[in-house]
């Protein structure tokens, strides 16, 4: 083991040079050396992460929940962002989102409506939602004619950054309006990427459109880094399409890989994280494992 880096810079530096001994990860690499997180001795400003892919069924609404949760457990404070009509993040926390009177869709197309009346408590210490419903489908058109028509959930942002270490924005698959909203207030984005051959096409584009956002809207956008769910590595397709994506993205990769478990779904019906349902479980230490490399990488 490398010695634990002491400033977040330092730690920066060490996840690219220093590895556990003789430990091959899921990824076919040793695993980098990620520390302990430290208690934060204050909260704020937020990392915005924006969870972002535009292939349907890649697991960002699973992992925005999850590592949400993963991070909470690790004393930061989360706010997750249901930026989906489809409305799953919000359900997969056990919320009835059909049935509510304000949501994500109020705060972006209403002025008057603040992020304080449409926050919710989850069940988990630490983890607030801004959850949503079919209601947001209408929010692409009815802002395509406000000026800053992209700035519109950073806009609605702004008040409670001091308050959260990090807002997860779950996307809905597409890069449209609302997604550019993600990527034009988040520091960073993170894909989650399903371990199959197609997936690899799709990116693609996405670097493509994180790339324009980053030119046109929103200098600081970084990639955080890439997720790679679904994984089985009894499969040869599965440790092919592995060690592809470790040869395109390198470094990108994260070293927490998430398998193919039947228990993600089974957490989706019960309506909590993986992390409070089956702590125990392989899925929940994947999810822990990752929430320490992003708290690494961002130093947060
Ligand atoms: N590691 C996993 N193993 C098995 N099933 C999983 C895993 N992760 C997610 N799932 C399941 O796959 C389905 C899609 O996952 P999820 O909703 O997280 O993807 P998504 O990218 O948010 O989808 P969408 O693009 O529709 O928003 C869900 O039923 C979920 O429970
Ligand atoms: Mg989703």
Redesign the pocket.
């Known amino acids: 083991m490398s010695a634990t880096p002491s400033s977040p810079d330092e730690g920066e530096q060490a996840h690219t040079i220093s590895y556990d001994d003789n430990e091959l990860g899921p990824t076919g690499r040793p695993r980098r050396h990620v520390p302990e997180p430290q208690p934060l001795a204050s909260h704020g400003p937020a990392k915005i992460i924006a969870m972002c892919?535009q292939?349907?069924?890649?697991?960002?609404?699973?992992?925005t929940i999850n590592l949400g949760a993963a991070l909470a457990e690790q004393g930061r404070r989360v706010l997750l962002v249901d930026l989906?009509p489809?409305g799953?993040l919000s359900a997969g926390l056990g919320v009835a989102h059909h049935d509510l009177d304000l949501t994500v869709h109020n705060l972006l197309v209403e002025p008057r409506v603040s992020v304080d009346d449409v926050l919710m408590r989850t069940h988990v210490e630490n983890l607030d939602l801004l959850p949503s419903n079919i209601d947001l489908s209408a929010a692409e058109i009815q802002l395509v004619s406000e000026v800053g028509r992209e700035q519109a959930l950073g806009r609605t942002l702004y008040p409670v950054l001091d308050r959260y270490d990090y807002i997860l924005v779950?996307c809905?698959?597409s890069l449209g309006l609302l997604t550019v909203n993600a990527l034009a207030c988040a520091d960073s984005v993170l894909i989650?990427m399903e371990c199959e051959f197609f997936s690899l096409r799709g990116l693609a584009l996405l670097n493509d459109t994180v790339a324009k956002v980053r030119d046109r809207l929103n200098p600081k956008l970084a990639l955080a880094g890439i997720l790679v769910?679904?994984f089985d590595a009894r499969t040869l397709h599965g440790r092919e399409v592995m060690s592809r994506v470790v040869e395109v993205f390198g470094d990108l990769v994260y070293d927490s890989v998430?398998?193919?478990?039947?228990k993600?779904?089974e957490?989706?019906v019960a309506g909590e994280p993986i992390i409070t349902w089956a702590p125990k479980s392989g899925?929940a230490e994947a999810y822990r494992s990752l929430a320490r490399e992003v708290i690494h990488r961002t130093g947060r």
């Open positions: 892919n292939k349907g069924g890649v697991g960002k609404t699973t992992s989906d489809q799953a779950d809905q698959p989650p769910t679904m998430i398998a193919r478990t039947v993600f779904p957490t989706s899925g």
